[in-house]
């Protein structure tokens, strides 16, 4: 039996690609790039996950010696957000452009390069 | 391609990854068991280093060079943005234009926020090492309660408090501390990135040795990012006209 997460991270990422391959809107596209990268959060998250753990941080009400979820991949989904997020905005600044030089956002009207 | 095409292409390529992903998930270790061999070598030197917050631990101190990778990702990323969203030859910035006055409510509420959000967005900074947070969460805090004047006040009230090489000097500064700070490890005869900084005692403020350091610098360069970024786009969405039709 495949646990319920791991199948959730799956079908974000398929959602995300799925809306990617039929969108009609360039921003469109860029939230569907974000909703497939978050299929990598929660399949990261659910890797280190532990029943009954804390989160890794260490404090009065958690001495160490508390057992905590993996903080490694934990810090791997804090960079695949920063990355997610910078992408999220690259490709934003790129839609706006677009719009403005060819007067579309449907990646389907766009079939030439133009300067 | 057309749209047909494109899908029938992409449920093939779907239908395969749905086959290899569930064979894969079945090797994955059992969910939620004891066993992560990861956390068991990471949360001791963690520790070690005095810093309880062993996410940070990971992100600025054992995976220091990940993270040099990152920011300079991120450095990246706002400068691309910010040279997509420059002014064409064809566009120019108008004289604002009149807004409309927000809610009462939303003025109250936004001018009460904003400070306790650039607070909150400093604690999240330098208590990186301590408590759950660090530079990336703190900064993107930061730029985003600077924005609350905009949402409470105006965009003129925003442009005023905010110069914008102010923010390049930010973004910028912090990305050479971190580097910096890399070669100051080198400097002490220790390796690229080391902790060299004397520990300090778990728990205090200054304490942690670099990992406190980079979060800092981490914050100043993402919470300059991420206004130079909001400002392009803000600037694309308020002020910016066009002398001819897109063609």
Redesign the interface.
């Known amino acids: 039996m495949?646990?319920f997460?791991?199948?959730v991270a799956?079908y974000l990422?398929?959602l995300g690609?799925?809306g990617v391959?039929?969108s009609r809107n360039l921003v469109h596209t860029a939230v569907c790039v974000s909703v497939a990268q978050s299929g990598t959060y929660v399949l990261l998250l659910?890797?280190?996950?532990?029943?009954g753990a804390v989160?890794?941080?260490?404090?009065p009400s958690t001495p160490?010696g508390t057992?905590?979820?993996?903080?490694?991949?934990?810090?791997l989904t804090?960079?695949d957000i920063?990355?997610s997020a910078?992408?999220t905005?690259?490709l934003?600044?790129?839609a706006?452009?677009v719009?403005?030089?060819?007067?579309t956002v449907d990646p389907?009207e766009l079939n030439a390069l133009r300067g | 391609m057309n749209?047909t095409t494109?899908?029938v292409l992409?449920l093939l390529?779907?239908g395969v990854?749905?086959v290899v992903?569930?064979v894969a998930?079945?090797g994955?270790?059992d969910?939620?068991?004891?066993v992560?061999t990861?956390?068991d070598a990471?949360?001791p030197a963690?520790?070690d280093r005095a810093t309880?917050?062993?996410?940070s631990?990971?992100?600025f101190d054992q995976?220091g060079i990940?993270?040099l990778g990152?920011v300079t990702?991120?450095f990246g990323?706002?400068l691309?943005?910010a040279t997509?969203?420059r002014l064409?030859q064809d566009e120019r910035t108008g004289p604002d234009a009149d807004e409309p006055t927000p809610l009462p409510v939303a003025r109250l509420f936004g001018f009460v926020l904003l400070p306790v959000a650039l607070v909150l967005g400093v604690n999240v900074v330098v208590h990186g090492h301590?408590?759950?947070g660090?530079g990336?969460q703190g900064g993107v805090v930061l730029a985003t309660g600077l924005h609350l004047l905009y949402v409470a006040g105006s965009y003129r009230a925003l442009r005023r408090v905010r110069p914008l090489s102010w923010y390049h000097y930010a973004e910028a500064a912090g990305t050479g501390a971190y580097v910096l700070v890399g070669c100051a490890g080198l400097v002490a005869g220790q390796r690229f990135l080391a902790n060299f900084l004397p520990l300090g005692e778990t728990?205090a403020l200054f304490s942690s040795g670099t990992v406190a350091v980079l979060s800092v610098a981490v914050g100043l360069e993402v919470a300059g990012g991420v206004v130079i970024?909001l400002a392009?786009?803000l600037q694309?969405a308020i002020s910016v006209s066009?002398e001819r039709t897109?063609?």
């Open positions: 495949i646990p997460a791991y199948l799956a990422l398929l690609c799925y391959v039929r659910a890797i280190g996950y532990q029943r989160a890794p941080v260490f404090g160490p057992p905590v979820v993996d903080p490694v991949v934990q810090s804090l960079t920063v990355v910078t992408v905005a690259l934003l600044a790129l706006i452009q719009a403005k030089r060819h007067g389907d | 749209r494109r899908l992409f390529g779907a990854f749905a992903f569930v998930a079945f994955l270790p969910f939620g068991a004891a992560h990861y956390r990471s949360v963690a520790l309880p917050n062993v996410v631990a990971l992100v995976r990940d993270t990152e990702i991120v990323s706002v691309g943005a997509l969203l064409a301590l408590t759950p660090g990336f728990g970024l392009q786009f694309q066009t897109p063609s």
